[in-house]
């Protein structure tokens, strides 16, 4: 294999790159959408379901992604769609970054309400961090988020700030 | 002068300060207006059009008058509100307005050119002559307007942005607001109180943000507020505001309300106040505004002042209450202050020349009595301070009792409580909007020099309406919204047009109800950090290799590859050159790509691409032209299918977003029915360019066996998955250079070590990487259309690809591409330009002309899209867009530039300028 580059963000206190996760981004097609949610439970609504070591979140209508540690994540969902959505390799295309400062520090880039009591246990949210789209999910002690690659350094330097001030 | 007694400011602890370079002490808790009038200082300011000298009139952020440029340097505020600003150690301020002193202001002169300086005198004056203007009156204007002067540097400070959501936010922690927002803590919930000044107690269940204004109310229940974290301190590292966006369900806004001024002759006189802001400064400040005043209302609430002053020891010399019989409240507070009461009377004028000396009283009998005094406290009366429930457009209501607005439709999820609502206010109040036949001038706006005569003015030459009376007299105008003026103008105009005040009607109230620091609102998003960056896979081996980055949108992309010594066109054509040679490599990854799957993905791109698609076999690409609805063309890329039901689309990188938005609203709204998803890949996939005649032998040694990249089996446009050396990868036939080509993918974690091991694949054949100018140089060589041309107003015809139409099937743009109008041959359409000066070089952007006419937009035929030095001809060349082109090759035309002075002649030529039969792609 070619070797591969992890991106350089340094953890801090309360800022880390996560390590390394296979990311599978799965879509209903309109003519086999019932067929798929009869073959499988996905969230209908913005939050995630963990199974099997694999968090599938709802990512927007009839979309979702799946988040594993484990290797081979594409080729599985492949197998468990058998035609009835799109499945997309995302492992390379997402970052994923963790955040385990207060809930106000976040506060000062996520425009959405990270309270426990409006964003709960499962919940997931598609919006914005400062000026980066990203994806959010609690995870424990914190929350991750989860952005397009080539936003990844931005996103790390505007949480730094944010939550290391 | 300070009282030895009372008052809420800490005596133990002393500040130093200097206005206008005097050094001055005050105590911690005054604000820098307290601490000025207890070291005597009247005089604070002057005025804007006629440099009155001017005093502090209010103890509030409604303050009109005591503007201040604050701190030095960098850190310089204009405009600043000295009643508002907390007093801390070292603190620097300077007046305003004033030429060479506020004591001795040279412009103070203008005050003789009263007359001329009336309402609307701008409109009429500074006509004539007319070449005067540019070089005389709009320097001088410009030189006289405004009060205070931007430091002109970069703000120094560091803002902070937040949101926050909460279920109630009250706005106001006076009385009212801390018993609403502790009734709302006890409901439970989440609770904040916001409140403009300096912290008292806090509150429990409570999120209090003091030193907070809650500027602005907007949808969703949203409010924007600025929190002071270190305005009262002295310069330092940590952010010095926060920018709140609070969310919440409900509003309960305490904002309490704002005296209004009365207006009689010379009521601007250093030393006359509200009567309201007199009692706070003697009461919390232990400050006096003098030793023997004269108090002016209309109402009973001002009577509170009375023992106040009696209390403190300082004389009041007399009540003046313009009710023909006063009231029993006015009557009996006077009597125990052994105060005399003048009923049914008014203050004529006032006199002074730097501070106020006296007045001028009319009694009730007509008489005129001269008393002597050092401070005037006036009061007509209380305006509840209504700005945020008007926001939305809500209009506030007058409410005749109290002879005040009070608010009216309010915005959804708000009530008001306390003074706010207009509750407990203006007990008796008779109006008096303005002392008649004022016998010198008197004004209802301060800041912006507004009088009672220019509200007359403006109803003699027509300008009734409320908007009208605003910005013909600019009363409300000011960095104050009028907050002391606006109500005393309309009713003066209700007055002189014999309406009533609710007939005459408000002007609108629009955040933010204070001046809000432009770094608030940005916040963390300044210089590099104003947008996020996006990087490519290979940004860091291109740095190493010593590239210069340009930002392409959000990217930043390798624009060029210096060796030592090399300029950029130096590096350009030298990158150039090594391609057509031997092979290069570039980063194309910033293209946007897409992935689109489904059983109807090909009848999906049928629809939004001009040509066909159905037909194409899989392991295939093909270039994909993408109109608008409205015939012109949005972008163009080319499309790849992997699998029978699967293709990856490319775009252009500016386009990328925008045509990803496109085929979701395609799907979504014009064929909801199709099987069809999109995903977007374009940072999954690291895809670098390999061109150039040796680009075949650089990926042979590279992908791994049993693939065959021979010619035969990988013709031009071919596409397929491989890997190397064991990593997936993507391969595909394309040229944008016209050489030999190649783009090859990778996952993005590999993309580094992929460029790295191209470089030493491709080493003996001299493979060089190049960036996005040789691209550039590269596609302009070759005819290719790129942002330049693809720039929102050519169509398929305009750029010679209407043979991309296909007949057999509808398109998006295809019935309104058709219109007379977009196939006319007249229009301008793509050809190539060289110089007939080989030597000579043009830019992008110069206009085309025919020869031999005047150079005017009446003879305009065109302009240049794109210019290049081409290192494969040696010489300059262009792409344009000319009327007629194609059926000009040959002709002489004038390039002409005049911003640039560039004035040339040049061949209209065919846009391919190297291997015009295309036998390089095919090699």
């Not at chain 1, 995870?139 to 996103?155: D, P």
């Not at chain 2, 106040?273 to 706070?280: D, I, N, Q, S, T």
């Not at chain 2, 394309?734 to 993309?751: D, K, N, T």
């Amino acid at each position: 294999m070619l070797e591969a580059t992890t991106l350089n963000l340094p953890g801090t206190a309360h800022v880390q790159l996560a390590p390394p996760h296979s990311i599978v981004s799965i879509a209903a097609f309109k003519t086999t959408e019932v067929a798929l949610h009869q073959a499988a439970t996905l969230p209908v609504t913005p939050h995630y379901v963990l199974g099997n070591g694999v968090m599938f979140l709802w990512s927007g209508p009839a979309s979702w992604i799946a988040v594993s540690q484990a290797p081979d994540l594409e080729a599985r969902i492949l197998r468990a769609a058998n035609g009835l959505a799109a499945v997309t390799d995302q492992s390379d295309g997402r970052t994923i970054l963790r955040v385990t400062a207060p809930v106000a520090k976040l506060q000062k880039l996520v425009p959405i309400d990270l309270d426990e009591s409006a964003f709960g246990p499962n919940a997931t949210a598609l919006t914005l961090a400062g000026h980066i789209p990203m994806q959010i999910w609690r995870c424990k002690n914190g929350f991750e988020l989860c952005c397009f690659r080539s936003f990844a350094e931005s996103l790390y330097h505007a949480l730094v700030e944010a939550c290391e001030v | 002068m300070r009282l030895s007694t009372g008052g809420a400011i800490d005596r133990t602890k002393i500040l130093n300060f200097t206005f206008d370079g005097k050094a001055y002490q005050g105590f911690a808790g005054d604000t820098l207006a307290s601490a000025l009038l207890a070291n005597g200082v009247k005089l604070v300011g002057r005025s804007f059009k006629y440099h009155r000298p001017r005093g502090i009139l209010s103890a509030g952020s409604e303050e009109p008058n005591a503007l201040v440029e604050l701190r030095t340097g960098a850190y310089r505020e204009p405009n600043t509100r000295a009643t508002v600003v907390e007093l801390y150690e070292g603190l620097v301020a300077q007046s305003q307005n004033r030429f060479p002193s506020l004591k001795y202001d040279v412009l103070s002169v203008n005050g003789l050119l009263a007359p001329v300086f009336a309402a609307g005198f701008y409109y009429k004056t500074f006509m004539w002559p007319a070449s005067f203007w540019e070089k005389l009156y709009e320097p001088m204007i410009r030189r006289a307007a405004g009060l205070g002067r931007n430091a002109r540097l970069p703000d120094p400070d560091v803002y902070e942005k937040s949101t926050a959501f909460c279920d109630v936010l009250v706005v106001g922690a006076g009385a009212a607001g801390r018993a609403a927002a502790a009734q709302a803590a006890r409901a439970g919930g989440r609770v904040i109180l916001a409140d403009e000044n300096p912290p008292v107690s806090g509150a429990e269940n409570v999120v209090y943000l003091p030193r907070t204004t809650v500027f602005g109310v907007y949808d969703g229940g949203t409010y924007g507020a600025a929190e002071r974290l270190a305005d009262h301190l002295p310069a330092g590292p940590g952010p010095r505001q926060r920018l709140w966006r609070i969310v919440a369900k409900r509003c309960i806004l305490a904002s309490g309300a704002i005296e209004r001024p009365l207006v009689f002759g010379n009521n601007d006189l250093p030393g006359i106040m509200l009567a309201g802001a007199v009692e706070k400064y003697v009461s919390h400040y232990a400050v006096s505004p003098g030793r023997n005043g004269v108090l002016f209302l209309n109402n009973d609430d001002a009577a509170s002042l009375i023992p106040v002053l009696t209390e403190a020891g300082i004389n009041l010399a007399a009540v003046v209450d313009s009710r023909p019989k006063s009231s029993p409240a006015v009557r009996d507070a006077a009597v125990e202050a052994s105060t005399a009461l003048f009923a049914g009377s008014f203050i004529a004028q006032a006199f002074g020349g730097l501070a106020v000396t006296g007045v001028e009283i009319t009694t009730s009998r007509g008489q005129t009595i001269k008393l002597e005094c050092d401070f005037v406290a006036m009061s007509a009366g209380w305006n509840p301070a209504v700005h945020l429930t008007s926001h939305l457009d809500g209009k506030p209501v007058w409410d005749e009792n109290i002879a005040a607005f009070v608010p009216g439709t309010l915005p959804p999820g708000m009530e008001v409580v306390g003074a706010a609502a207009g509750t407990g206010l203006n007990a008796n109040i008779v109006p008096l909007w303005s002392v008649k036949n004022a016998g010198a001038k008197a004004f209802v706006d301060f800041q912006n020099d507004v009088t009672a005569s220019d509200i007359t003015l403006a109803k003699q030459e027509g300008f009734v309406a409320v908007e009208h009376l605003k910005r013909y007299t600019t009363l409300g105008m000011a960095t104050d919204q009028g907050k002391t003026a606006n109500v005393n103008g309309l009713a003066l105009m209700a007055e002189a047009t014999g309406k009533t005040v609710p007939e005459t009607g408000t002007t609108r109230f629009r955040p933010p109800y204070t001046p809000v620091a432009i770094g608030a609102l940005a916040g963390p998003h300044r210089g590099k950090n104003f947008r996020p960056t996006r990087r490519t896979p290979t940004h860091d081996w291109a740095a190493g290799l010593g590239a210069v980055f340009v930002e392409t949108g959000l990217w930043l992309r390798a624009q060029y590859f210096p060796q030592s010594g090399e300029d950029w066109l130096a590096a350009t054509s030298r990158e150039v050159n090594a391609v057509r040679a031997g092979v290069g490599i570039c980063d194309v990854t910033t293209l946007g790509k897409i992935d689109i799957q489904g059983p109807d993905a090909a009848a999906f791109l049928e629809s939004v691409y001009t040509n066909s698609w159905a037909n194409l076999p899989v392991g295939k690409a093909r270039y994909g032209l993408m109109l608008r609805e409205d015939g012109f063309v949005m972008d163009d890329g080319t499309t790849a299918r992997l699998a029978e039901d699967h293709y990856v689309m490319t775009t252009t990188t500016a386009n990328a977003a925008k045509v990803f938005q496109h085929l979701e609203f395609c799907h979504q709204w014009l064929w909801p029915a199709l099987a069809v998803c999109f995903c977007s890949v374009t940072d999954q996939w690291a895809q670098i360019a390999v061109a150039g005649p040796r680009a075949r032998d650089t990926l042979a040694k590279l992908v791994d066996p049993p693939f065959d990249i021979s010619n035969a089996a990988f013709p031009y446009m071919a596409a397929a998955g491989l890997t190397i050396s064991g990593t997936p990868a993507r391969l595909f036939r394309l040229s944008f250079s016209g050489e030999l080509a190649y783009e090859i993918a990778v996952p993005a974690r590999y993309g580094a070590a992929l460029a790295q091991a191209l470089m030493e694949a491709g080493a003996e054949f001299g493979i060089t990487p190049y960036g996005t100018e040789a691209l550039g140089v590269m596609r302009i060589e070759k005819g290719h259309p790129a942002g330049a041309e693809l720039n929102g107003q050519t169509t398929a015809h305009d750029l010679g690809l209407a043979k991309l139409f296909s007949r057999k099937k509808d398109f998006i743009g295809r019935a309104l591409a058709s219109r007379e109008a977009l196939t006319d041959p007249a229009r301008p359409t793509l050809i190539g330009l060289k110089l007939v000066n080989q030597g000579d070089r043009f830019r992008a952007g110069a206009h085309l002309l025919p020869q031999n006419v005047p150079a005017v937009a009446a003879h305009d035929q065109g302009f240049v899209t794109s210019v290049a030095f081409s290192p494969t001809l040696g010489y300059w060349i262009g792409l344009g867009l000319l009327q007629n082109g194609p059926a000009r090759l040959g002709e002489i035309i004038r390039v002409y530039d005049p911003i640039r002075n560039g004035d040339a002649l040049a061949e209209v030529v065919s846009p391919v300028f190297v291997d015009p039969e295309g036998t390089r792609l095919h090699a």
